[in-house]
């Protein structure tokens, strides 16, 4: 039986040269893309999903986002708001979300749309700079006076 030690010896530096030669590439994007970000007590802060996800530096660039915003409380895993937007930028250490495009922004208690918008989950707030429309479903009792 013949050795196979030669062609070994031939294939492994052809090998090793094409490894080195690989680059992994940021420029496919990931589809289906979904991240948690979780509270200190473990329980789920915000679910973001996007048909779309890029990464560019320090930020992932989303289409078609969904971003659903939990309470973070062991008692009630209701999604408190929901947030949607063609397309968005995500800079998930700091928690922060910005768009230049639309936005509706959904919940129990109103209804707002706009564009050119940034939400900040640590704060808990949503800043509509362009085109704002607020529809609140809640009784604004005593406004006026």
Do not use: C
């Not at 090998?15 to 289906?32: F, G």
């Not at 495009?101 to 700079?129: C, M, P, Q």
């Amino acid at each position: 039986m013949p050795s196979l030690r030669p062609l070994f010896l031939i294939v492994l530096p052809v090998a090793a040269a094409m490894a080195a030669t690989t680059q992994v590439s940021s420029e496919r994007p990931i589809i289906n893309f979904s991240t948690t970000s979780w509270t200190a007590d473990n329980h789920r802060a915000w679910l973001l999903r996007a048909s779309e996800a890029r990464r560019r530096q320090d930020e992932v660039e989303v289409k078609e986002l969904t971003l659903a915003i939990f309470p973070g409380k062991a008692d009630d895993e209701k999604v408190e708001t929901m947030i949607l937007s063609p397309t968005a930028n995500v800079q998930l250490e700091q928690e922060v979300v910005t768009g230049p495009d639309t936005i509706r922004v959904l919940s129990d208690e109103f209804e707002a749309s706009g564009s050119n918008w940034r939400y900040e989950h640590k704060e808990k707030k949503i800043t509509i700079n362009q085109n704002v429309r607020i529809t609140f479903r809640a009784e604004l009792k005593d406004i006026l006076k």
